[in-house]
């Protein structure tokens, strides 16, 4: 059904002409159309209203012509259905004026109706499907719940989350318990995105790094599970985990369609330790963007060759930087489809 379906069958495991390209936060951000939507609507705004929403989805589909489209949205939406202010400052990012401190806190934490509290979510879905009129397929999104949890504890954006860390290890039950509130409301949010009409998931764990191989299980991978779980029947899941080289091999083996890598793991370690079956997705340092065009070429030819054409998707370690000039996000998305094997 979906015209351009190279996405849909590198998660398969299907064999490509060549890989698909896409790139993690390439809704918003660097497109100087984006930029001058920033000016006029908030960043809420932006996300609540659908008709924003598909514009901005559908932008690098036209602009940069990457192979799938990620929903314009944040991961934040759904804390915020929880009962938690957030609010997202200009230059700064994300902040919480009542960040989660205490159990009490944790008991002011809601699982809400999805539909009630979140429906402009689905509505922006379902009008850039008509959008995007089955050229690509489009992704849906929700973070990890660790993820979420970093936000909601540490209040702001961190280099280490250390007030996140030290809540789970001095409260690690009421930790938990914010954990699985989190988890049971994602699960509710991306099966109500499935019914939207989204034709992936990704999971976005862009903290788990900080955690150590053990207590990532405790505290993240437990949730990402119940997730999969939850999901794969009904959709291909992505797993993206930044910095969680050490848990591809459980990653592997969870149901999940494919797994994202960061640039700090070699693709040869990357199907080491996931199995050398499983698709991966990554893995391009997102600062390289800063060469010259020509690198960048030269460099993502080679990313494609050490990973091999077929159980891959081409992609970034991490989102795209603001400030990337638009010619050389396209010189990495042109060396992918120019691609030719060896
Ligand atoms: O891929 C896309 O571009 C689709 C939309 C998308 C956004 N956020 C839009 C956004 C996606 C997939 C996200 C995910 C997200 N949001 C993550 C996980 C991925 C990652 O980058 O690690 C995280 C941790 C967040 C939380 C968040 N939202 C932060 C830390 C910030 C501020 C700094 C930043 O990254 O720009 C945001 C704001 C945000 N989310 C912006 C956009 C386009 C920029 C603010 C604005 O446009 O006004």
Not at 16 to 37: H, I, N, S, T
Request: aromatic share 10%; net charge neutral; proline share 6%.
């Amino acid at each position: 059904m979906i015209k351009n379906d190279l996405f849909l069958r590198a998660l398969k495991g299907e064999t490509v002409e060549r890989p698909p390209v896409w790139m993690m936060r390439q809704a918003g951000r660097y497109l100087p159309d984006f930029m001058k939507l920033k000016e006029k609507y908030d960043f809420f705004t932006r996300c609540r209203t659908p008709e924003l929403a598909a514009e901005i989805t559908t932008m690098p589909i036209e602009q940069v012509g990457t192979d799938a489209a990620i929903l314009f949205s944040d991961i934040l939406v759904v804390p915020q259905a929880m009962n938690v202010e957030i609010e997202m400052k200009p230059g700064v990012g994300p902040f919480l004026p009542n960040p989660v401190r205490s159990p009490l806190d944790v008991n002011d934490i809601i699982v809400p109706d999805v539909y009630e509290e979140l429906g402009y979510v689905y509505d922006a879905i379902k009008l850039t499907k008509e959008r995007l009129n089955d050229e690509v397929p489009l992704i849906g999104f929700a973070g990890s719940p660790w993820t979420i949890l970093c936000y909601l504890v540490q209040g702001q954006g961190s280099k280490n989350f250390d007030k996140a860390k030290e809540f789970c290890f001095k409260r690690p039950d009421a930790a938990q318990v914010l954990l699985q509130k989190i988890t049971d409301t994602t699960i509710a949010y991306l099966k109500g995105k499935v019914k939207a009409g989204v034709d992936t998931i990704q999971i976005f764990d862009s903290w788990g790094g900080l955690l150590s191989p053990t207590d990532y299980q405790t505290y993240s991978w437990k949730y990402i599970q119940q997730i999969i779980d939850a999901l794969k029947d009904e959709i291909p899941v992505i797993a993206y985990g930044k910095g969680c080289w050490f848990a591809l091999k459980e990653m592997s083996q969870s149901g999940a369609a494919a797994l994202g890598v960061d640039w700090t793991c070699s693709a040869m370690n990357a199907r080491y330790l996931s199995g050398g079956q499983i698709t991966l997705q990554g893995n391009f340092d997102p600062s390289r963007l800063y060469s010259s065009p020509q690198e960048i070429k030269k460099m993502t030819t080679q990313m494609i060759d050490e990973f091999g054409k077929d159980r891959y998707i081409a992609n970034l370690g991490h989102g795209i930087l603001p400030d990337i000039p638009v010619k050389n996000a396209q010189a990495f998305v042109d060396a992918v489809k120019e691609y030719k094997p060896r």
